[in-house]
């Protein structure tokens, strides 16, 4: 039996009109799964779906076996990695980090041990306020308070996202340290975070459409929609599909590139997106250079691959 098993829920963003529907996922004790996709694609609110915090409208979410919205928060046995936003200032940071492990009856000497290590580790002031500490200190408090407990599965949110990129490193080092042998779901827009926490199981969420549950290498043989061929390392270049003598040329700044026969004749002439698989590796450029068209490529109106 899968630890955890989604079957066609949907779903609406919270405080929008916003939803998604039909999402599957399943996950099996000691997987790590990925949640990938844009700011305002759902990841939070289907993080949120899944620890109990907001109701899913149809389908069935499972944990070993039992409807979620039949579970309590204690029975679910989840740890999220609450917003920052949620934090009393005055709180002290040791406190904020043994408060899970009071709760769970764990000795004062395991605590202090624990609250020591993490002090060094995440270079953190365990007797200082919350509305003291850096941007970078605070993300590193919620992951260590997330981690203080055993527990069934472990929910992180993308709490690194506002840091600078020096220091989202230091804060996914220390997430990636800590979920080896865990069950762990991670929502993330970051292309190079998601590569590092799963390979196997990966779920690209849209503002229109879910993809299904895929391994790295199935996304890249194939991805169906714009954001999975963003996390694919693909190159997205607007230009004309072009037509002569039976032959399909992508016009993408002022140059030609080959295109294997589309789908349809019927975006002949229209400006779509391409995938650009680069040669030699991706580039930072603007310019095309020496790319290779790939076999598929978008429909900008509905942010749809088209593909044979």
Known sequence: ?????????????????????????????????????????????????????????????????IELNKLSQKDMDMGFSFDKSILDGKSLASDIISLPMKLRGISPNS?????????????????AQVKDLSDLQV???????????????????????????????LVEDFLIENIKDRSVIV?????ILAKRVSLEKILVLTDREVAPTLSFEEIVAKPINMQSAILAGYELHI???????DIYFANICAEQFAVSQPI?????????????K????ISDKDEVGDGEVMSFYYDIDVERIISA
């Open 239 to 245: 230009g004309e599909l072009v037509k002569k003598e």
């Open 187 to 191: 929502a993330t827009d970051d292309r």
């Open 139 to 169: 993300a590193m408090l919620i992951l260590a308070r997330l981690f203080a407990v055993d527990r069934r599965l472990y929910l992180v949110d993308d709490v690194w996202k506002d840091l600078p990129e020096e220091e989202k490193c």
């Open 264 to 276: 349809s004749d019927i975006y002949v002439g229209k400006r779509v997106c391409f995938a650009i």
């Open 111 to 127: 605590i202090d041990s624990y609250i020591r290590a993490m002090a060094k580790r995440c270079n953190l002031p365990m007797q």
């Open 1 to 65: 039996m899968a630890l955890l098993e989604v079957k066609d829920v949907d779903f609406r963003y919270y405080g929008s009109s916003f939803e998604l529907n039909g999402v599957n996922l399943s996950l099996n004790k000691g997987d790590r799964l990925v949640i990938y996709g844009r700011e305002n694609s759902g990841k939070t609110t289907f993080m949120r779906v899944l620890c109990g915090l907001e109701d899913y409208s149809n389908g069935n979410a499972l944990l070993d076996g």
């Open 278 to 281: 680069r040669l030699g590796g």
